[in-house]
């Protein structure tokens, strides 16, 4: 199996309220721009680079026209294919349920958040020719009730969430990737579908993963540790400060072809 055959989905259709404090003004957070580069512009460049990914599809909703023009703007040598979820002020397992198409089609899904800053190396294991599933999560992170936290126990997820409820011997801190194989992307495909149809539409699509990381065998998914790798999701003001000042500068950008 093929990197090419890696389904993207980039989840960028939230308001990111903590961070706009309700601005309807305030631009998506994959727009915010770091060292001269929005975050979207860094995904597209990092997936287009080796051709190692084909297509991503973008799930969309605040602001959707500004960020459909910033990608023809930026004429990506990718295949991009849009979802538009109006109800985005809801939960993000609405906006993951929009492509469940994609996580039914047979192949694997790489899914990201798109409010992330990372240093490209965060996706080598997520792109690697494998069967299985995969999980980063970081060792070297601040605890609190925030992270969401990957929890292992003997090599295997005892718990995965913001809320930790079972004792473990390994935790990290997850950072909004995960590759999935299309068998856990069916399954997660059948979570969200049960959950939307019952009316579960402002929890978040963690909970969809965390059902599927734990029912997952040994053989079936792994777990990587993504210590020492520059990154940050950001959803807080706070978080654009240490964007700028610290990871940003942190992070080299994969030269052109």
Known sequence: MSASSLNVILLAAGMGKR???GDAGFPPKCLLRFDGMSLLERHLEILGFGGLISSVTIVVGYQSDSIKNEVAKLKPNLD?????NDRFDRGSNLSLWHALDVLKCGQPVLFMDADVLYAPTLLDSLVSDTDKSIVPYDTEFEPGAEPVKVCLRDGKAVDFGKIVRQSYDAVGEWPGFIRLSPAAARFVA??????????AIDTPCEDSF????LAARADEIEFHDAAGIPWIEIDFPEDIKR???IIAPRIEMPAGD
């Open 19 to 21: 961070l706009s404090g």
């Open 80 to 84: 991009i294919n849009f979802i538009q």
């Open 210 to 213: 965390r059902s599927m990381i």
């Open 243 to 245: 964007a700028q000042q």
């Open 190 to 199: 059948n979570i969200l579908d049960q959950q939307v149809t019952a009316g």
